[in-house]
Nanobody, 116 residues
Framework: QVQLVESGGGLVQPGGSLRLSCAAS????????MGWYRQAPGKQREFVAY????????SYTDSVKGRFTMSRDNAKNTVSLQMNSLKPEDTAVYYC?????????WGQGTQVTVSS
């Protein structure tokens, strides 16, 4: 059974930083790409970042480029999302996902709130 568990969300002031983590279990983690989506209140879920199984250069949505950095540790079955210079518009529930062949697995989400 595939499980993805996010952690690291919370409340932060504008300009602050948070680091999200996602721990995977139940399959051979190193074979699959991983990513992050987010969903703000009243909005559709949107893509944030993605990294391939081989830890190639991550891809990001334009609104987070230069501020967010995604990485993975295949030895620990984890991916991370370092979020710097946070803005109120980054407020959302952040979900990590694992892209398998023909199927996508999701975590339960972690809340990030950017507010003064």
């Amino acid at each position: 059974q595939v499980q993805l568990v996010e952690s690291g969300g919370g409340l932060v002031q504008p300009g602050g930083s948070l680091r999200l983590s996602c721990a995977a279990s139940g399959l051979r983690f190193s074979m699959y790409g991983m990513g992050w989506y987010r969903q703000a209140p009243g909005k559709q879920r949107e893509f944030v970042a993605y990294i391939t199984w081989s830890s190639g250069t991550p891809s990001y949505t334009d609104s987070v480029k230069g501020r967010f950095t995604m990485s993975r540790d295949n030895a620990k079955n984890t991916v991370s999302l370092q979020m710097n210079s946070l803005k109120p518009e980054d407020t959302a529930v952040y979900y990590c996902y694992l892209q398998a062949v023909g199927e996508r697995y999701w975590g339960q989400g972690t809340q990030v709130t950017v507010s003064s």
